[in-house]
């Protein structure tokens, strides 16, 4: 099928895989790009776009998966730590906390919707607003370093054939501890 666009278009944060017998050609002249990269399968040196590393991989089957990590930024990430006693005193935060409570929490979300979707769960039930405690800074400090200790995990895209009749079902199995602080996450996706 070819398409004929009525007017011109342009394309903002599109990554894309196509078969090798397609013509990707076709999908290049419909709209105006800002910038194609084309990456190789087994380049052990990833692409970096925007902010993620994209790498091509190839199974012992020859299945290609496309693998999006985002380390650089993980190992960018200040950790933090609530001060000794500060636990034990009112739960609310103090205007710095908050502040840092939102830049903390911004950071996290950009990891969770970009390569980290394990984090998604934790950085979402500490998101309280001004009702925010100093156990959701907590919370929110654990998964850095969880992040820190765990940098490499990323989303794997797998060569999978998709039609009308495919089904993808995804979710988020979470355990968490009384106090937000202990959290064990685990992301699964299945294509039916």
Request: proline share 4%; with cysteine.
């Amino acid at each position: 099928m070819k398409w004929s666009p009525l007017s011109s278009s342009i394309v903002d944060d599109f990554i894309g895989l196509h078969r090798e017998d397609y013509q990707v050609r076709e999908l290049h002249e419909l709209f105006k790009w800002g910038s194609l990269t084309t990456m190789e399968i087994g380049v052990t040196v990833a692409t970096t776009f925007k902010g993620k590393e994209l790498t091509l991989h190839k199974n012992p089957d020859g299945e290609v998966s496309l693998k999006i990590t985002m380390e650089k930024f993980i190992g960018g990430l200040d950790g933090g730590q609530i001060l000794r006693g500060r636990l034990q005193q009112d739960g609310a935060l103090t205007a710095s906390e908050q502040r840092e409570l939102r830049s903390v929490s911004g950071c996290l979300q950009w990891a969770a919707t970009q390569a980290r979707p394990e984090i998604a769960p934790i950085v979402s039930l500490s998101a309280h607003g001004a009702q925010a405690t100093i156990n959701d800074l907590k919370a929110l400090y654990a998964t850095i370093d969880f992040l820190k200790k765990t940098p490499r995990p990323g989303i794997n895209i797998p060569n999978v054939a998709i039609n009308q009749q495919s089904l993808l079902i995804g979710y988020i199995v979470m355990r968490v501890g009384p106090t937000l602080a202990k959290v064990d996450l685990r992301l699964e996706l299945w294509w039916v």
